[in-house]
């Protein structure tokens, strides 16, 4: 059972463009949603994240958008580069002592043309 | 600061084989956790410890144990090794210090196959 289901599988994206990677949960006692992002041979490291009581969170090129009643968040990335080309991971985790417990998407395989 | 090491970084085993996988930190983190990675599946959270000597289930924990006996370490254990556990595993760990700041930081990962 997939409680947190992320979409597409697969992305391309020209130099300059937008990516856009949505995720959907299913679990309402989730209250922290990160984004991470993982290269080839590398553990996955935290890209931004955000809490439930905001429905924006933009650092530099990157924006988390969140709705709270669809159980919905995504991933904006403005001005993509080919540095981006990475797998994208959405997460989500509830409260107390389960924080750093992460249900995690499927991942978004990341590529962008020069 | 060397922050989360997994060692070995490569193993590969025969069906039944044992081997343990091994991950530190220097980081004074509280809590630490393994997850194994697959495609189309993200990662799946394995087992996880919130402190020293205390252990607990994640997600997909059979035919795992673990073990944390120092803070700065913990032991993923495979007694029987099956074709199934063919996967990428990650060590992380994490100190949540308050509410909004959970980052957990990955090791390198350990890519096991077993034949």
């Known amino acids: 059972q997939q409680q947190v289901k992320q979409s597409p599988q697969s992305l391309i994206v020209q130099k300059g463009g937008i990516s856009i990677i949505n995720c959907a949960y299913e679990?309402?006692?989730?209250?922290?949603f990160p984004w991470y992002q993982q290269f080839p041979g590398k553990g996955p490291a935290l890209l931004i994240a955000?809490?439930?009581?905001?429905s924006e969170k933009k650092e530099g090129r990157f924006t988390i958008s969140f709705n709270k009643s669809a159980k919905q968040f995504s991933l904006h990335i403005m001005d993509s580069q080919p540095g981006d080309s990475a797998t994208y991971f959405c997460?989500?985790?509830?409260?107390?002592?389960?924080?750093?417990?992460?249900?995690f998407g499927q991942g978004t395989i990341l590529t962008v043309h020069p | 600061n060397a922050g989360v090491t997994q060692t070995p970084k490569f193993r590969v085993l025969k069906t039944g084989q044992s081997m343990t996988l091994l991950c530190a930190q220097d980081?004074?983190?509280?809590?630490m956790y393994w997850y194994r990675q697959d495609p189309g599946m993200g990662l799946r959270l394995i087992h996880y410890?919130?402190?020293?000597?205390?252990?607990a289930k994640g997600e997909v924990p059979d035919g795992y144990n673990v073990s944390r006996l120092k803070k700065q370490n913990f032991l993923l254990g495979l007694e029987s090794a099956a074709p199934s556990q063919t996967s990428v595993y990650f060590c992380?760990?994490?100190?949540?210090?308050?509410?909004?700041?959970?980052?957990?930081?990955f090791g390198q990962g350990t890519r096991l196959t077993v034949v």
């Open positions: 992380a760990s994490s100190y949540p210090r308050h509410r909004w700041n959970t980052e957990a930081f």
């Open positions: 679990n309402t006692a989730f209250d922290y």
């Open positions: 955000i809490r439930p009581d905001v």
């Open positions: 997460a989500a985790s509830k409260g107390g002592t389960s924080y750093g417990k992460l249900t």
């Open positions: 980081m004074n983190h509280e809590y």
């Open positions: 410890s919130v402190g020293e000597g205390t252990t």
